[in-house]
Nanobody
Framework: QVQLVESGGGLEQAGGSLRLSCAAS????????MGWFRQAPEKDRAFVAA????????YYADSVKGRFTISRDNAKNTVYLQMNSLKPEDTAVYYC??????????????????WGQGTLVTVSS
């Protein structure tokens, strides 16, 4: 089925930027909303951002609003997360996920499924 591979993580200084990528091997990538989640050390997985299949609609967690930007390039079957003004609290393993249902806007975490191994983002002070 669909496989998601995250990349772009690394070590960055507070205030810096990183751009994460999620490459999908999906059959109908453009018809599915995509999301980014993160899991910080000793914490539960948290929602970060979501984008509709066409890219027209986006939604962000309050903690990253104004700093992170989710985008997608359907021609490349790739979704991105541009992270600016990084803070130490952004340190986490970041995962991308595809919505369970095509052409349907997800409204809760359970509407997503994750397939990637995640990419580690570490932000130092």
């Amino acid at each position: 089925q669909v496989q998601l591979v995250e990349s772009g993580g690394g070590l960055e200084q507070a205030g810096g930027s990183l751009r994460l990528s999620c490459a999908a091997s999906g059959r109908t990538f453009s018809t599915y909303a995509m999301g980014w989640f993160r899991q910080a050390p000793e914490k539960d997985r948290a929602f970060v951002a979501a984008i509709s299949g066409s890219g027209a609609l986006t939604y962000y967690a309050d903690s990253v609003k104004g700093r992170f930007t989710i985008s997608r390039d359907n021609a490349k079957n790739t979704v991105y997360l541009q992270m600016n003004s990084l803070k130490p609290e952004d340190t986490a393993v970041y995962y991308c996920a595809q919505a369970l249902y095509s052409s349907k806007w997800p409204t809760r975490d359970a509407d997503f499924a994750s397939w990637g191994q995640g990419t580690l983002v570490t932000v130092s002070s």
